[in-house]
């Protein structure tokens, strides 16, 4: 109850101004609320609990989620929280499946990961890898933050280039 009520604040309170504004109210106007154990995931992750974030997600791994976007957020918290533990390996199978899955999604996930995979070859120093990676976040259309995804892609071009 008190979920829905702050969700109804933000399309009466709320600001469309920066990305993150415009997925507030993309949500309060979709109507439904995030998978739960996704967002515990992510939450852990961002936290810095990655080896409690891993595990709740290979404990989701025969779920049946309810979209096609919840699978693809499935891979690309996989995907991060991998990176977060240097297992690179791991980290860019999933990558990869997550831009081949969600490159024409509108949620963000597929841009993100080609921008985290940009960043995982730019610290192994394989520039051509990262160039091309950090290219795709650029090739990605109508998805959510895509100014601020686009603009940290083009800093890792001009970074790579000598810019």
């Known amino acids: 109850t008190k979920a829905n009520e702050f969700k109804q604040k933000i399309k ?27 967002l515990k995931a992510r939450l852990l992750n961002d936290g810095g609990y990655h080896e409690q974030s891993l595990n709740l997600l290979l404990s989701m791994k025969n779920k049946r989620f309810a979209s096609f976007e919840e699978q693809l957020e499935y891979t690309y918290r996989l995907a991060r929280v991998y990176d977060d533990l240097n297992q690179d390996d791991k980290a860019l199978l999933y990558y990869d499946r997550t831009i081949a899955d969600g490159r024409t999604s509108t949620k963000y996930f597929a841009a993100r990961a080609a921008l985290q995979a940009g960043y995982l070859y730019e610290r192994k120093g394989q520039k051509a890898k990262a160039l091309n990676y950090f290219q795709q976040v650029l090739d990605m259309d109508d998805h959510d933050y895509k100014n601020s995804l686009d603009q940290r892609a083009k800093s890792g071009i001009n970074r790579l280039n000598g810019s």
């Open 12 to 38: 009466t309170i709320g600001k469309t101004d920066s990305d993150a504004d415009k997925e507030a109210q993309k949500f309060a106007e979709q109507g439904k609320f995030p998978d739960r154990e996704l």
